[in-house]
């Protein structure tokens, strides 16, 4: 190539290297704008879900624990010392920091009558509550586990979300 040849090939190649467009680069924000503002609160949601696992274990090391009492006192208590917590005072924070357990509702047994010779017998229900950025979690506002087994939630609203919240 003569020497003309390969500046006029340069400049030319030189030319074809501008760059990108204002339009462009603004379209290109848009696009990253839009999958921003669909993929941050989907992600949000995830992570406030995932953060359900903390009350609902709590809840259930609870209640073993409650259960575990009564095997030896033949009730239940609302101590927390009793039932392996220490000298912590109810509430107590649970899990990563995200939910808080208040201090159990014991009942205690009622003794047999002619009116109900069943009687009543010794209960227990235990709530957790979130706290912290977990109260944005408005469809699981509350999870409960009672002595009889019963796993319920609770929305924001005070509609029942158990089968969606415990799931």
Known sequence: MAPTELAAAVRG?????????LIEL???MVVAAILAAIAIPAYSSFVREGRRTDAK????DLASLE???FT???TYSSAASDLG???AAWPVTVGSGYYQVAQPVVTAAVAPTTAAPAGTPASF???ATPIGDQVNDTGCASFTVTSQGA??????SGADTSSTCWK
């Open 13 to 21: 190649s030189r030319r074809g290297q501008r760059g990108f467009t």
């Open 57 to 60: 274990s709590a809840l259930l």
């Open 26 to 28: 603004i379209i290109a």
């Open 125 to 127: 229900s235990i709530t």
């Open 72 to 74: 030896t006192a033949n």
């Open 67 to 69: 259960e575990r009492y």
């Open 151 to 156: 796993h319920t939630s609770l929305s924001s």
């Open 85 to 87: 917590y220490g000298s």
